[in-house]
């Protein structure tokens, strides 16, 4: 009797690519899965004292000391927390780090030009608008049931 004519013989090529199909699923997956391996093994071994890098958190810290599972880093001068090597994502470029300097001028108000930050009210008293200050006004004046 011919494959063919058999009850499964029209399902066979079907069955037979699923079956192919399959197996280059999983095999691309164990591929994939061998390649991330290895690119976190390569990052872990590049790992040093002193290298900017970027936690998973999206943190930008630098490596004070590093273990066999876990690394120290510090997050701003002397502030260092401990973390697992698994949280640092990748070391920080310098395209990414950026500059800011601690005397930043005082901002000036368009209108007036005055600094903003040498004016006492603006701290005092909160703004409030008209319509605030009506509404205010009405609630109070209204009986209450």
């Known amino acids: 009797m011919p494959l063919l004519a058999s009850p499964l013989g029209g399902l066979m090529p079907i069955l037979i690519l699923f079956i192919l199909l399959i197996g280059f699923t999983v095999w691309q997956g164990k591929r994939q899965v061998k390649k991330q391996q290895e690119e976190r093994a390569k990052l872990e071994s590049n790992l ?22 876990q690394a120290v880093v510090e997050l701003a001068p002397g502030v260092e927390v401990s973390v697992l ?12 780090e950026f500059a800011f300097a601690d005397d930043v001028p005082a901002q000036t108000s368009p209108a007036s030009n005055e600094t903003l930050a040498e004016d006492p009210a603006i701290d005092a008293q909160p703004e409030t608008s008209a319509t605030e200050s009506t509404l205010a006004a009405e609630t109070d004046e209204q009986p209450r049931a």
């Open 85 to 96: 090597k698994q949280a640092i994502v990748r070391p920080a470029g310098d395209e990414e």
């Open 48 to 69: 040093q004292e002193g290298t900017r890098v970027v936690l998973n958190s999206g943190l930008f810290v630098t490596i004070t000391h590093l273990g066999d599972k």
